[in-house]
């Protein structure tokens, strides 16, 4: 891949940074449904990181730049991440599989993830809505 010159590197252990992508992608939620999303967002990524270390799950480097912001893609804006992209093209939000994952996960470690159920809450509100 590097010879293509895509950047990447060989890992022992993959499950860590698919755990640390899992806990980036929960923030997807609130950035498609919420006007201010950013202070749900991080809450939602802290909730999930608190969750998975509960459960004994092992956490890779975070993936995440330095603060949550939507970059542009060759000087272009990008419209959000996968969830608001789902949201804007009419599509089924993934948000009731996603930060519902955490939510189960919580129950099973004994915990409650008030964020991401009211993340899940709110995804299911919104695809209850006509032309949703």
Sequence with gaps: MTAGGLP???VEHLAPLKNEK???NLA??????L????????????EGRAVLEAAGMEIG???????????QIDGKGRPGGSTRQSRLSGRSLETPFLNGELVELARRV????????????LARAYEAEPGA
């Excluded at 997807?28 to 449904?33: D, F, S, T, Y």
């Excluded at 006007?35 to 802290?46: G, R």
């Design 61 to 71: 480097p975070s993936l995440m730049p330095e603060g949550l912001s939507l970059g």
């Design 110 to 121: 004994g915990l409650r993830a008030p964020v991401n159920e009211q993340l899940v809450a």
């Design 8 to 10: 990447c590197r060989v």
């Design 22 to 24: 899992f806990i980036g």
């Design 35 to 46: 006007e201010d999303w950013v202070p749900t967002a991080e809450a939602a990524i802290a």
């Design 28 to 33: 997807g939620a609130a950035q498609a449904l």
